[in-house]
RNA sequence: GCUCCUUUCGUCUAGCCUGGUCAGGACUACGCGUUUUCAUCGCGUCAACAGGGGUUCGAAUCCCCUAGGGAGUACCA
């Protein structure tokens, strides 16, 4: 039987990174066993759900290179893969299980309801639906149905215990008594979760389900559903969730959540996708910076670790810099002019000063947004008084190097200063000025930059339009003279 | 409340099934080396088996109890 998986996300927002992880796994488990990967879009839920929520998610999980075999937009022979648009198998198999006894209509009202869960409540005991629906007869609520009486349609939860072999839980089994007949059709004609997903797995032939643990609870349910339905029941992995600082569940207040956001930030998808798929699964040579399509070939359900993972930028960045730097000059520079806004100076510049650019900086950044501030530096007249340059510009011999490279500048009229000059004035520096050690290099940073830290001072100089470094130069003067 | 899941360095984890190397790796932090700076890179240091019982010559590993954390308990998914 050819292995078919899900990713069935509701589109009631943008993708989380928690479902992309999901739907990672699922698309890897599928390409691990040749077989297809299924996007489902649930969007029961009328009031939440959104087409264009449904259209991000997609653009998203393109982005991330996780391509599904078959969804709304990628017709195949077990569609429509809109809930919404199967509706009528749904009303189908619900009219099946009722004529079997495995459901009945229900007409309790909202506010019959509230009162019997609160009085369990005080009770103290569950707050399940009491059955009194079950024992009407098919006659009356025929009629009461003619009649235009509202009505839900509930499961009648079997008197036996149920469990399942899960391939990160192991066995998970359930007493009887842990739910009461729950909703399977709603008041307004549509499904509840817990069935349609069952019905959609079944007729879509899903073989195995790899879902987030939240779900574990709703697998009782649906083993229900499966064996009321007469279906083949699938395979099961629930993952462990993801949280946040707090260890609570992953949200919005713990920083960015989304896919999109991570996109925004110009982060790789791929150093995502192996960041993600490190967050519970653990490479068998404990490898962890890796490209997803080389861990097709090894990947299986039992490497995952069943606690809780948080999610921890500083190693999402330390992948990304690892990214970063296998790439080629030629893609960095192309990435770089990305990332930069269309009037930063950067795109001005010629291919030879983009690729010494890049060569220059490749190993400084972890991340592409980075390098807006990396071409500010060198386009900024600022300079940065900290204690630092502040004792740099404290030394006669800064003072001295500083005077020489003004006189040097002035009536300079060449585009950049080429290294060749930089070296020359070093060794001025160094042999008619006899200055030396730290304070030539760190004078001549200071001077040059405004900075006591940067990159290869020479190349940084090359870069920089020789106006600017006099605009520093001037600056400093007017600071010495405070 | 009830049910289910879970607990190894600050973080992600290996090891657990098939008891027996100073509990290994990675990120972070720190240190050293390289770089006359910073970063990269290399090397190193700090750092964990939730607690308590048991079984055993021997327990992170098997069993029991306690505590913590999470999820579910909907006409949300």
Redesign the pocket.
């Known amino acids: 039987m050819p292995v078919r998986v899900r990713f ?1 996300p ?1 589109p009631t927002g943008y993708l989380h990174i928690g479902g992309a992880r999901t739907a990672l796994y699922s698309y890897l488990f599928a390409k691990r066993h040749k077989g297809q990967f299924i996007l489902r879009v ?1 969007d ?2 009328l009031e ?1 759900s959104k087409k264009e929520f449904e259209d991000s998610q997609i653009a998203d999980l393109n982005w991330l290179g996780l391509i599904h075999d078959e969804g709304p937009d990628k017709p195949g022979d077990v569609g429509p893969y809109r809930q919404s648009e199967r509706l009528d198998i749904y009303k189908k198999y619900s009219a099946e299980l009722v004529e079997k006894g495995a459901a009945y209509p229900c007409f ?3 506010a019959q ?1 509230d009162i019997k ?1 609160e009085k369990l409540a005080e009770a ?1 005991k ?4 009491d059955g009194t629906c079950r024992n009407i007869s098919q006659e009356e609520s025929s009629k009461r149905i003619a009649d235009g009486e ?1 009505h ?1 349609i509930r499961f009648t939860v079997p008197d036996h215990p149920f469990d399942f072999k899960d391939h990160v ?7 009887i008594d ?2 009461g007949d ?2 399977i059709m ?3 004609g ?1 499904p ?3 069935y349609c997903c069952t019905v959609d797995d079944w007729l879509m032939k899903i073989t195995h389900v790899i879902r987030a ?6 697998t009782l349910r649906q083993l229900m559903i499966y064996e009321a339905l007469g279906a083949e029941i699938p395979e099961f992995a629930h993952v ?2 993801l ?1 946040g600082k707090d ?3 992953l949200s919005k207040r713990h920083g960015a959540t989304s896919v999109s956001q991570y996109q925004k930030e110009h982060y790789l998808p791929e150093a995502l996708l192996n960041y993600l798929c ?3 699964w ?1 490479h068998p040579e ?1 490898k ?1 910076v890796f490209n997803i399509e080389d861990i097709v070939d090894i990947f299986d359900l039992d ?1 995952f ?6 999610f ?1 930028v ?2 999402l960045n ?1 992948i990304n ?2 990214y970063l ?1 296998a790439m080629s000059i030629e893609t960095l520079v192309l990435k770089f002019a990305e990332v930069c806004s269309s009037e930063s100076p950067f795109h001005k510049q010629t291919p030879e000063w983009k690729n010494i650019f890049a060569e220059l900086i490749k ?2 950044i972890q991340n592409f947004i980075e390098v807006r501030e990396k071409v500010d530096e060198i386009f900024t007249s600022d300079i940065y008084l900290n204690d630092e340059t502040k004792e740099i510009l404290s030394w006669d011999s800064t003072k001295l190097i500083q005077e020489y490279l003004a006189s040097e500048l002035d009536g300079f009229d060449k585009p950049f200063i080429s290294e060749d000059l930089i070296g020359d004035w070093m060794n001025h520096i ?1 042999s008619e000025m006899k200055i ?3 304070h ?3 004078g001549m ?1 200071v001077v040059l930059t405004g900075k ?6 020479k190349k940084v100089a090359r870069l920089t339009p020789p106006g600017i470094i006099a605009q520093r130069i001037s600056k400093l003067s007017l600071y010495e003279g405070h």
Not at 169 to 175: A, I, M, S, Y
């Open positions: 069935a509701s649930e029961t839920d939440r309790c009202t909202n309801l869960k103290g569950a707050p399940h639906y509202e839900t839980r192991g066995n998970v089994g359930w007493p842990m739910v729950f909703v709603r008041s307004n549509m509840t979760y817990n643990e939240d779900h574990l609870n709703n462990s969730l949280i260890r609570q569940k490190l967050l519970g653990s404990e962890d490497r670790s069943k606690s809780p993972a948080m921890d500083d190693k330390y810099g690892q730097r190993d400084k160094k030396k050690g730290k030539l290099f760190m940073r006591a830290h940067g990159p290869d001072l």
